[in-house]
Each structure stands twice: as structure tokens, then as C-alpha cells.
């Protein structure tokens, strides 16, 4: 299971946890994002429940001030393509015949608009929510990774370091309830700049805020993970993970399909601390 880090944006620690047997918490070698692995054997009814009670103090986030600083050697690592995130062909067409800016800030607000403008969220059919940026450029819709595997493809091909980040939306209304499932959204390393977040994705589903979600992200969510193509800690015996915020499964070496995994999501609003 991917554990939720801290960071600029959130500070978390685990308030309860109950696992079936006995764990371990090592980082990954790509990204260093944190896993927890449980190894255990099933009930008599061919079961095992974990849950973790995590409490999280999450703040906006603002290109304004120096977040995420990345050291060099990880920051080249987000030029390169992934599996489903090229930095050529087919994604690149949308580039043709435009006029780039030089200064890579109002580059990376160019491919924004771009991407805000050539797709459209939405959940209909097959094919979405793989963050495929070949998909997501044909198709002209689909979800939250969809939408920024293709800015993050468009950002690498130009030389600009971009990352993914996913975990859990929370709603703005404050209260409690249950989550749905899971949110996305990316940063860019323009030159001379830190880190710059972008959400286009809800950016396309609101468009009062599109100028808010260049640069900015509301404090409505908690990171789980960075990055696409995770070979986890240990490594699994299964191929590398697309992206990772559902609990992964294997069972006698095998991969156990997700689909089968029930998940239970819950937030609960608890006073602010100073």
C-alpha cells in the first residue's frame, strides 16, 4: 500500500493501524515514495483486512513559494518518458505550426491552455483513466490522468521537467462521508522557477477557476505518491505499476486482480491546529 509523505503541502502521521501480519515500510528506488508491505495468510474464509487511520494537516499549495525542491538527478528523471507518457509521436501533433514561448513559466501556461482546450472530462466509454497521452490526444477526454499524462508529455518534449502526483480528492464542504476514488494532478520545473503545480482537470470542470489551477491547488487533497512505472519494495512479481494509490495484491506470487480488492475511502474533518 502506498503511505501518504510528508511534505510542504501535508503533514501526516498514522493515529491507528491494524494489519493482518506482520509489515514492513521501505521506500521505492524510483521516486522514494514509501510502501507498506504486509505479508499474511487468509482467514477461513479466504480473507484479510487492513485498515490505517491516517491524520492529516493539508495546506494550498502555491507556485509562489519554494515547494517540492527536487535535487538535480530526480528532477532529469521527470524529462524521460514513461510506458503510456511519450516525448514524441502522436502527442506532439498538437504542437504543430504553434508558436512556443521561450521563457518556459508562460510555456508551461501555454501547454496548459492547450490541453485545457483540446480535451473535455468525462467518463464515458472505455480507454480512460489509464493517463495514456497517445489515448488522451485522440480521444479528446477522459479523466484526471488523462488529462495530465498529456500536459506532462507535451511539458518533457520541450524540456521541461514535469511529474505526476496522485492520492484522494476531499471535499470542500467540511464534515465527513465516504471518497470515491482517487484524484491526480502535476508540477513543472520551469528554468529559473521551483516547482509549479497545475489541476487541468478540474480547471476543465470548473472554469471560473482556470486561472487558479495554474500555479495553485486547493488544500482538498492528500498525496499518496509521485511518478508512473513503480516496481515497489519489495518488488512485485507482477510488471511495474502504472501509477499507485489502490492497494496492490499478490497471492502465492501471483498478481491478484484490483478489482477483487474492496476498498473502503473515509475522511473525517477534525479541528484545525495552529
Known sequence: MPVPP???????????????????????????????????????????????????????????RPVMMMDEPLAALFLKPDARVPIDGK??????????????LRLGRTLYDLVNSH???????????????????????????????????LARSQGVPAKFE????????????????????????????????????EANKNPDLREYYFGNLTENRVTFSIGRDLILEPPQSGPPLNFFVMPYVEVAGK???????QLKLQYEDLEARP
Open 166 to 201: 496522485i492520492g484522494f480528492p476531499l471535499p470542500a464542504e467540511r464534515g465527513r462521508g465516504e471518497i470515491a476514488g482517487y484524484h491526480c494532478w502535476a508540477w513543472f520545473k520551469p528554468l529559473g522557477h521551483g516547482w509549479v503545480p497545475v489541476d487541468i482537470s
Open 91 to 104: 502527442p506532439l501533433t498538437l504542437l504543430a505550426g504553434k508558436s512556443l514561448p521561450m521563457d518556459q
Open 255 to 261: 498478481p491478484y486482480p484490483g478489482e477483487k480488492v
Open 6 to 64: 510528508n511534505n510542504d503541502e501535508q503533514k501526516v502521521h498514522v493515529a491507528e493501524q491494524n494489519l493482518p501480519g506482520p509489515s514492513q515500510q521501505r521506500p521505492e528506488k524510483k521516486y522514494a515514495n514509501d510502501i507498506l508491505f504486509v505479508e499474511a495468510s487468509a482467514d477461513s474464509v479466504g480473507q484479510l483486512t487492513a485498515s490505517t487511520v491516517y491524520d492529516v494537516t493539508r495546506h494550498e499549495a502555491r507556485a509562489s
Open 119 to 153: 480535451m473535455r472530462y468525462s467518463k464515458e466509454g472505455t480507454g480512460w483513466g489509464l493517463g495514456d497521452a497517445v489515448w488522451a490526444c485522440d480521444s479528446r477526454y477522459g479523466n484526471c490522468s488523462d488529462f495530465h499524462s498529456l500536459f506532462i508529455s
